[in-house]
């Protein structure tokens, strides 16, 4: 069976940066630590006036485009998967589709395009539809490519506003792919929640702390159901997990509970054994809460361990390298945990092609889902490619006041009466320029 999967990558950062520690702590009075040892984050990238998920979206598009020599006609399908949506009606895939037809000979005529929805996890699903096609024969040839992008901005005030980011991964999925294959393993973990949710606003609705539970018990779930099709997985059969990442402080916290799932009843378990104790099984405690209060003594003791340190920083770590510097890029997240991987391994030399990834998407509302990927031999090539360190060093570092008046011109609903200037010079890219006729969102390309 011919292999399907992501075949070639391309990030896009938001051009503005807000560093947590040293300008959004001081102002609301907390310690710097809670950011970047509780949260995990150093800063989040923000968009400048004339960015949007649009131009960002179509500028990874580009990116992507011009490095694997493509032209419009060669693409049979674009689907964009957001959760900062500005329209109804029309999907962002056609505003992005419109600008790159500004730039290259041809159109997307005969492109199928669409729009995903479910919060973070829609991303996945994009692939997911994007595989489909594939598998099915109905892509005569030609590779899809799925875009990722959001304004993860929260109200001012509220306690999101810590994990605030802005960007857009634009991913070609085809057969005989360079970077990974996508198996058709897969499990999931799904129920109505209403832990994070924007009806019909621009900020979302959160209940922060129940929005964590909600993540861990559907990524439980998925993994469960993931094993009910694979069997029980072990600690070895994955080189990296990238898991959707919101903050990378929420990771660990899954990391941890995945690891005390997988080491039960093996030997990881028994090497613990004589250190820690043998994980508290419910039959052994007349009450659940009783039970519950084990297992938390468990898990407090088992991340102290260095077994469980030196999995930790070997296979979780190193896909938060990118979040730390970015945020949450919501339906991005995850992807840029992947990518983090590959660069870590790139970094390393490690070679691993024929190695596996098990890739843990969520989206708020609430699902998870798991899956295995396998490592290809272009992986190397693809991943030297990208340039976002560049990019990440190129952002403009807010003042505080800065933030506040960014912050306002991406609110739909702020009258900002005050021209604000924008703080980086566009070049070679896409810019939002103003309103249409029918209100919609207008784009150049500048040069
Ligand atoms: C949104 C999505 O993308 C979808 C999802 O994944 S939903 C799951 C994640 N949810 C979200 O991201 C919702 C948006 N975020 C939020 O609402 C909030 O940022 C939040 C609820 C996650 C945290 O808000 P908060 O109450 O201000 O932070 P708080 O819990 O006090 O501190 C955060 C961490 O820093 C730690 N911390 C605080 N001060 C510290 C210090 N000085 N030094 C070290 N650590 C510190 C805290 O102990 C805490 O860690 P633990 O949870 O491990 O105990």
């Known amino acids: ?23 959004f702590a001081p102002e609301k009075g907390d310690d710097p630590e809670k950011y970047t040892k509780g949260l995990g984050l150093n800063n989040s990238s923000f968009p400048d006036v004339y960015e949007d998920i649009v131009t960002m979206g179509a500028n990874a598009a580009k990116g992507l485009m011009d490095r694997k020599g493509l032209e419009p006609a060669d693409i049979g399908r674009i689907d964009v998967a957001t959760e900062s949506a500005f329209d109804h009606s029309k999907p962002v895939s056609t505003y992005i589709a419109g600008c790159l037809e500004q730039v290259y000979d041809g159109d997307f005529t005969h492109a199928n395009k669409g729009e995903r929805k479910f919060a973070c996890l829609a991303g996945t699903q994009a692939i997911d539809d994007a595989y489909n096609w594939i598998r099915a024969g109905r892509n005569r040839g030609r590779p899809a490519i799925v875009i990722t992008t959001d304004t993860a901005l929260y109200a001012r005030g509220d306690p999101g506003e810590a994990t605030q980011g802005a960007g857009a991964v634009a ?95 093996t030997e990881h378990e028994d090497a613990l054994a004589g250190e820690i104790g043998r994980q508290p099984r419910e039959a052994d405690f007349a009450d659940r809460e009783a039970y519950e209060g084990a297992i938390r003594d468990y898990m407090d003791e088992l991340k102290t361990t260095e077994q469980y340190q030196t999995w930790y920083d070997t296979v979780v770590e190193p896909t938060l390298g990118l979040s730390r510097e970015v945020g949450n890029w919501y339906t991005s997240s995850v992807h840029i945990a992947r990518i983090s991987a590959l660069r870590d391994a790139l970094t390393r030399d490690r070679s691993f092609v024929g190695d596996t990834l098990l890739v843990a998407s969520y989206g708020s509302g609430a699902q998870a889902e798991i899956h295995s990927e396998t490592v290809r031999e272009g992986w190397r090539a693809e991943i030297e490619e990208l340039d976002i360190d560049d990019r990440l060093a190129a952002r403009y570092d807010l003042t505080w006041e800065e933030y506040e008046d960014v912050h306002d011109v991406h609110e739909y609903d702020m009258d900002v009466e005050r021209e604000i200037e924008e703080f980086t010079q566009p070049e070679a890219e896409f810019v939002f320029t103003g309103w249409g006729r029918m209100n919609e969102r207008k784009y150049e390309y500048v040069e």
């Open 1 to 23: 069976m011919t292999e399907v999967g992501i075949d070639a990558v391309e990030i896009w950062t938001g051009k503005l940066k807000l560093d947590l520690p040293g300008t």
């Open 171 to 265: 991913m070609l999925i085809d057969e005989n792919p360079s970077i990974v294959a996508l198996s058709t393993d897969q499990g999931y973990g799904s129920k109505d929640e209403t832990d994070f949710l924007k009806p019909n606003q621009q900020f979302p609705s959160v209940d922060g702390k129940r929005s964590v539970q909600v993540y861990l018990s559907r990524m439980r779930e998925a993994l469960e159901d993931y094993e009910s099709v694979t069997g029980d997985i072990e600690l070895d059969d994955f080189e990296y997990a990238p898991f959707h990442t919101p903050f990378p402080g929420m990771v660990r916290k899954a990391a941890l509970l995945a690891y005390r799932h997988v080491i039960r009843d």
